[in-house]
């Protein structure tokens, strides 16, 4: 079965700090890898995605993540945050290759941001 | 691009009584959509899969008698809390996979969410 751990549950940082998120999975086969973002009072969008090819993948506002197959991490990152990235943070997996497959979410990371 | 509707997005009822939960499919097919369930500062716990035209496919520990689920047409899932107690006060989101080609097409679009509160 799939797992997600995200390794930060809280993260508080100021204006222009540099941000890495922490996401490890366990799954025997080929995944993939996905970050969602839930701002206070909204629904999850989706920030970036990783299937295959360059395992550096960008996403929207900035941000991007790694994918290091032998670490089983998808790190997001963003080198400068602003206020309005304060939101919930979901690294998110599924199996690859296989139709109607449910997304499996980490526990998420609150990011709050101080101006 | 693609959009997920659910309505309600807030309902309140009493214990016992049953709820409808309704996810649309706006601008696409949906062969599948899932259903979640999050808790306060909690991840999303995926409780079932909707499959149109067939029986849903639930998760380990939900209970598919109290969590009804119908997947009546490819753009509408609904589900149903029924005898509803406080415990199964929640926030349930639904999502749905775009069965067109593409990237796009492995990538789940989610709905807004509907927050039951059972008093």
């Known amino acids: 079965a799939q797992s997600v751990s995200q390794h930060n549950h809280h993260v508080i940082l100021s204006e222009a700090a540099s941000l890495e998120l922490g996401c490890n999975y366990s799954?025997?086969?080929?995944?993939?890898l996905f970050w969602y973002v839930q701002y206070p009072g909204q629904h999850l969008q989706l920030l970036l995605k990783?299937?295959?090819?360059?395992?550096l993948v960008k996403g929207i506002k900035g941000f991007e993540a790694e994918f290091i197959k032998s670490k089983f991490s998808f790190n997001l990152r963003k080198p400068s945050v602003q206020w309005s990235d304060t939101a919930e943070y979901f690294c998110?997996?599924?199996?690859?290759?296989?139709?109607?497959?449910?997304?499996?979410f980490g526990k998420g990371t609150t990011l709050s941001v101080s101006s | 691009g693609a959009v997920v509707s659910q309505h309600p997005s807030r309902v309140i009822c009493k214990s016992g009584t049953s709820v409808k939960i309704e996810c649309r499919s706006l601008?696409?097919?949906?062969?599948?959509m899932f259903w979640y369930r999050q808790f306060p500062k909690k991840s999303l716990m995926l409780m079932a899969t909707?499959?149109?035209?067939?029986?849903?496919?639930?998760e380990q520990g939900v209970e598919k008698d109290k969590f009804l689920i119908n997947h009546a047409s490819l753009t509408l899932s609904t589900l149903t809390v029924t005898s509803a107690h406080p415990e199964d006060s929640s926030f349930y989101i639904c999502?749905?996979?775009?069965?067109?080609?593409?990237?796009?097409?492995?990538?789940?679009?989610f709905g807004a969410g509907s927050r039951l509160t059972v008093l």
């Open positions: 999502s749905a996979r775009n069965q067109g080609s593409g990237s796009g097409a492995n990538v789940l679009t």
């Open positions: 799954y025997g086969g080929t995944v993939n």
């Open positions: 990783y299937f295959s090819g360059d395992p």
């Open positions: 998110a997996v599924n199996a690859a290759n296989q139709a109607g497959t449910a997304l499996i």
């Open positions: 601008d696409f097919q949906a062969t599948t």
């Open positions: 909707s499959n149109e035209g067939s029986k849903a496919t639930y």
